[in-house]
C-alpha cells in the first residue's frame, strides 16, 4: 500500500480554492483489503476518515483534519455485462475516463452532468445531476455498489441486498462508509441532436412547462442585469453524427465561452460597475446552433473559469415563481453579478437524500467568479430558494442544517438510522456533516 504519513501536513484545497483542510496523513489504498486496514488504523489512532476526489464540491463534505482517503489506485472498468446491460466501475475513476471507455465499448450512461472531472464515487455521493424529462441524476442510474463500513465490512448493496442501505448510499455524503465500487445501467450508445438557440427571458419564462415538455434533456442560462437566456435543448437522433466543426466549436466552447468570459470575469472582478454592460455583450456573443454527437460530447462541456456556486432544487412548479423573484431581487439591489444563472429538471427519484427525492424538481444554480465576494448575492437567493421548499444541492455552498433538512427531506430519519447503525462513532464524521445531518 502506498501511504504517505506526513509529518507536517499538506494541505488539501478544493477545485474552487474555498475549502481548505489539513490531514494528519493522506492514504492511497490499492485495495479493499488495504482500505479496510487503513479504517482500522485510523480509529485505533482516533482519526477521523474522508475520502477525496478530485475536490469539485464547493463544500467542506471531504474536508477532514484526520485521514484522507485518495482514491487514484481504485480506478478502472471492473466489468461490462452486456446481459444485464451494467457496468460495474472502480469508485476513484473519474467521469470523463468511464465515458470514453463506454463509448468504446459501444455504450453509454442514460444522462450525465455537463462537467466530468469528478471521481464516480464523488460525483454520486453529492448527488451531482444534468438536465433530463424522463431520465434521473448520476445516483438514480446506480444499480448495485460496494460500501466499506466503518469496522472493515464490505456490504454489497443492490435493490435485494441490503436494500435500505441501497436507498440510502447511493447519494451518502460520504458519510455511511467509503464506496469501492459503483454497478451502473447503461445502454447501447447514441446519437443526441442539441439545439442552442438565444430566447428572452419573458418567453422561456412563459413557455418553461412546454420546453421541458416537448424535449428530452432542456435546460437554459440567464444572464442577470439582461433579459436574455441562452436556452439548450438535446433530443435523440435517428440521423447522422455531425459534431461541431473544429474551428467553430473551438470558438464557442474555449475562446468564448472560456477565454473572453474568463477575461471578462476578471474585469468585472476589478471593476464591478461594468458588469451590466459586460453581461449585455456577453448575453449576445453565443449564437443559435444545432449539432449531434454520442452523449458525453453533447452533455459535458469544458469549464475552465472557476467560481464558487450554490443551487437549489425546487417543486417544478415553483421554478418560474422563484426566478422572477430572483430577478427581481437582483434589479432593484446593487449586486454585481456577472455569472450566468442555470436552470435545469429531473424527475422525482426514490433516493433518500436525492435533491429529487420524491418530487418532480428544478434546479436554479447561480455562481460567481472565484475572487469575488458572494456572500451577499447566495445569501439572498438562499432566502428566495427556502422561500419555495428548495433543497441545497449536498455539494455546493449553503447554510442550511439538519433542522430544516429534517422537514424538507421526508426520508432524512431513515438515512441517519442508516447511518447511526454503519457508523455509530462517526469515523467519517466531520464539521459539515455535524451541521447537515446532526450528531
Given at each position: 500500500m502506498t501511504e504517505t504519513y506526513a509529518t507536517t501536513a499538506s494541505t488539501w484545497r478544493n477545485w474552487a480554492g474555498n475549502v481548505t483542510a489539513r490531514p494528519a496523513r493522506a492514504v492511497t489504498p490499492a485495495s479493499v483489503e488495504e482500505l479496510a486496514e487503513v479504517l482500522r488504523r485510523a480509529s485505533e489512532d482516533g482519526l477521523r476518515v474522508k475520502p477525496a476526489g478530485t475536490g469539485h464540491s464547493f463544500t467542506a463534505t471531504a474536508a477532514t483534519d484526520g485521514v484522507h482517503i485518495r482514491p487514484d489506485l481504485l480506478t478502472g472498468i471492473r466489468e461490462v455485462d452486456r446481459t444485464a446491460m451494467t457496468v460495474t466501475v472502480e469508485a476513484g475513476t473519474p467521469l470523463k475516463r468511464l465515458n470514453t471507455a463506454l463509448a468504446r465499448e459501444g455504450l453509454s450512461l442514460t444522462n450525465m452532468g455537463d462537467i466530468?472531472?469528478?471521481?464516480?464515487?464523488?460525483?454520486?455521493?453529492?448527488?451531482?445531476?444534468?438536465?433530463?424529462?424522463?431520465?434521473?441524476?448520476?445516483?438514480?442510474?446506480?444499480?448495485?455498489?460496494?460500501?466499506?463500513?466503518?469496522?472493515?465490512?464490505?456490504?454489497?448493496?443492490?435493490?435485494?441486498?441490503?436494500?435500505?442501505?441501497?436507498?440510502?448510499?447511493?447519494?451518502?455524503?460520504?458519510?455511511?462508509?467509503?464506496?469501492?465500487?459503483?454497478?451502473?445501467?447503461?445502454?447501447?450508445?447514441?446519437?443526441?441532436?442539441?439545439?442552442?438557440?438565444?430566447?428572452?427571458?419573458?418567453?422561456?419564462?412563459?413557455?418553461?412547462?412546454?420546453?421541458?415538455?416537448?424535449n428530452e434533456h432542456f435546460e437554459f442560462y440567464w444572464f442577470p442585469h439582461t433579459g436574455n437566456c441562452n436556452t439548450k435543448r438535446n433530443n435523440r437522433s435517428a440521423g447522422l453524427a455531425a459534431p461541431p466543426g473544429r474551428v467553430s466549436g473551438w470558438i464557442e466552447d474555449e475562446l468564448l465561452s472560456n477565454g473572453i468570459f474568463q477575461a471578462a470575469?476578471?474585469?468585472?472582478?476589478?471593476?464591478?460597475g461594468a458588469i451590466p454592460s459586460i453581461a449585455r455583450?456577453?448575453?449576445?456573443?453565443?449564437?443559435?446552433?444545432?449539432?449531434?454527437?454520442?452523449?458525453?460530447?453533447?452533455?459535458?462541456?469544458?469549464?475552465?473559469?472557476?467560481?464558487?456556486?450554490?443551487?437549489?432544487?425546487?417543486?417544478?412548479?415553483?421554478?418560474?415563481?422563484a426566478l422572477r423573484e430572483l430577478r427581481a431581487m437582483?434589479?432593484?439591489?446593487?449586486?454585481?453579478?456577472?455569472?450566468?444563472?442555470?436552470?435545469?429538471?429531473?424527475?422525482?427519484?426514490?433516493?433518500?437524500?436525492?435533491?429529487?427525492?420524491?418530487?418532480?424538481?428544478?434546479?436554479?444554480?447561480?455562481?460567481?467568479?472565484?475572487?469575488?465576494?458572494?456572500?451577499?448575492?447566495?445569501?439572498?437567493?438562499?432566502?428566495?430558494?427556502?422561500?419555495?421548499?428548495?433543497?441545497?444541492?449536498?455539494?455546493?455552498?449553503?447554510?442550511?442544517?439538519?433542522?430544516?433538512?429534517?422537514?424538507?427531506?421526508?426520508?432524512?430519519?431513515?438515512?441517519?438510522?442508516?447511518?447511526?447503525?454503519?457508523?455509530?462513532?462517526?469515523?467519517?464524521?466531520?464539521?459539515?456533516?455535524?451541521?447537515?445531518?446532526?450528531?
Open positions: 466530468m472531472e469528478q471521481t464516480v464515487a464523488g460525483a454520486t455521493s453529492t448527488g451531482t445531476h444534468g438536465t433530463g424529462r424522463d431520465s434521473a441524476s448520476l445516483a438514480a442510474q446506480i444499480r448495485a455498489l460496494e460500501l466499506v463500513t466503518a469496522d472493515g465490512t464490505l456490504l454489497r448493496c443492490s435493490p435485494e441486498e441490503h436494500p435500505d442501505v441501497f436507498a440510502a448510499a447511493r447519494v451518502g455524503l460520504g458519510a455511511l462508509g467509503v464506496i469501492t465500487a459503483i454497478t451502473f445501467a447503461v445502454e447501447p450508445v447514441f446519437l443526441l441532436t442539441a439545439r442552442e438557440e438565444p430566447m428572452t427571458f419573458d418567453r422561456v419564462t412563459a413557455d418553461f412547462g412546454r420546453l421541458v415538455a416537448e470575469c476578471s474585469v468585472g472582478r476589478a471593476f464591478p455583450v456577453s448575453s449576445r456573443a453565443l449564437s443559435a446552433r444545432t449539432y449531434t454527437d454520442i452523449p458525453y460530447k453533447v452533455f459535458t462541456s469544458p469549464r475552465r473559469v472557476r467560481f464558487v456556486e450554490m443551487e437549489y432544487a425546487l417543486p417544478r412548479e415553483a421554478a418560474v415563481p437582483i434589479d432593484r439591489s446593487p449586486l454585481r453579478v456577472s455569472f450566468p444563472v442555470e436552470v435545469r429538471t429531473a424527475p422525482a427519484d426514490d433516493i433518500a437524500l436525492s435533491t429529487a427525492s420524491g418530487r418532480d424538481s428544478a434546479y436554479i444554480a447561480v455562481h460567481m467568479y472565484r475572487g469575488t465576494p458572494y456572500r451577499a448575492y447566495f445569501t439572498a437567493v438562499e432566502r428566495i430558494m427556502t422561500g419555495h421548499g428548495g433543497r441545497p444541492h449536498w455539494g455546493k455552498i449553503h447554510t442550511r442544517d439538519a433542522a430544516y433538512l429534517a422537514e424538507a427531506y421526508p426520508r432524512f430519519g431513515e438515512f441517519t438510522a442508516v447511518r447511526d447503525r454503519l457508523d455509530p462513532d462517526r469515523l467519517f464524521g466531520n464539521d459539515y456533516l455535524r451541521r447537515v445531518l446532526g450528531d
